[in-house]
């Protein structure tokens, strides 16, 4: 898919994994990327290596630094944002009873405040787009409960409710806002996971791929496809909708 040319995109937690994947796509499909990850060297060093990006810190449970981004991405582009792609993330794994509260707190802060205070900073900007889009990355285990995964998993379920609501609230001012709900993604994100709650990763990563119907994990590449559609013309009437991404998974037991 091409046709972003003259384009701004803004995408968190880009530093790694789906969101740098998702950035250097969007740049190759000719738009301006602005680059964004609490990890400033990684998200500078994915810029880098694009024509036209600016790479920042950014940590998403803050609102200081959601609206320092978009102002930035505004002076970067010269024009308003038109996508904003709220990715960054962090998992948790673990049996609920010996988890620290810090770190439940933690998943909260970014997954669900860090979602919020990025669709506020960006939406002050997308509703001054013409063809703006407002996509964050969800979840399969936003799509169904999963044990040892309870608090990953209510922080992904918020984002339903979060997507639809606004889908509702700024559909009238011109803003689609849509999610894409991943299944097990071949990123550093999904093998950390997997250790927490496995001895042998590799083991669990085939027990993972023997479940999925099409019999292979999602690759990022497929997430940076998903994410230019819904970006895209071609998504024009899609709005408060979750794009399952997740080669079945969630379709039911096999
Ligand atoms: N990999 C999977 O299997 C999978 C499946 C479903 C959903 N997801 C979701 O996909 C998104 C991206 O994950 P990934 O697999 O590419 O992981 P990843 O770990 O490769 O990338 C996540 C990035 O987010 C950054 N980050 C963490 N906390 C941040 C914060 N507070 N502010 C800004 N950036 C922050 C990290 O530094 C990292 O660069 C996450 O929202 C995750 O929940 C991943």
Avoid at 6 to 33: C, E, L, N, P
Avoid at 166 to 173: I, S
Wanted: charged share 15%.
């Amino acid at each position: 898919m091409s046709g972003f040319t003259g384009w701004g995109v803004v995408v968190t937690g880009a530093g790694s994994g789906m969101g740098a994947v998702a950035a250097r796509r969007f740049a190759q499909a000719g738009a301006r990327v602005v680059v964004s990850d609490i990890e400033e060297a990684a998200a500078q060093a994915v810029a880098r290596g694009l024509p036209a990006a600016i790479g920042m810190r950014c940590d998403v449970s803050m609102p200081s630094d959601c609206a320092a981004l978009v102002g930035a991405a505004e002076r970067f582009l010269g024009a308003p944002v038109d996508v904003f792609l709220a990715n960054a993330g962090l998992s948790y794994a673990g049996d609920f009873l010996q988890a620290d509260p810090g770190e439940l707190r933690r998943v909260i802060d970014v997954n669900v405040s860090g979602s919020i205070f990025s669709a506020q900073a960006a939406l002050r900007s997308l509703v001054k787009s013409p063809r703006a889009s407002l996509i964050f990355t969800g979840s399969v285990s936003g799509l169904m409960g999963r044990a040892q995964r309870s608090v990953y998993t209510a922080s992904k379920h918020a984002l339903g409710g979060l997507v639809k609501s606004l889908a509702l609230e700024f559909g009238p001012r011109g803003v689609r806002v849509n999610a894409i709900a991943p299944g097990p993604t071949d990123t550093p994100f999904l093998r950390a996971h997997l250790a927490k709650v496995n001895d042998d990763v590799g083991t669990a990563v085939a027990g993972l791929v023997g479940g999925l119907p099409l019999g292979r994990l999602v690759q990022p590449e497929d997430f940076a496809e998903a994410a230019l559609f819904l970006a895209s013309p071609a998504a024009g009437a899609i709005t408060g909708h979750t794009l399952a991404l997740d080669c079945g998974s969630a379709a039911g037991r096999m």
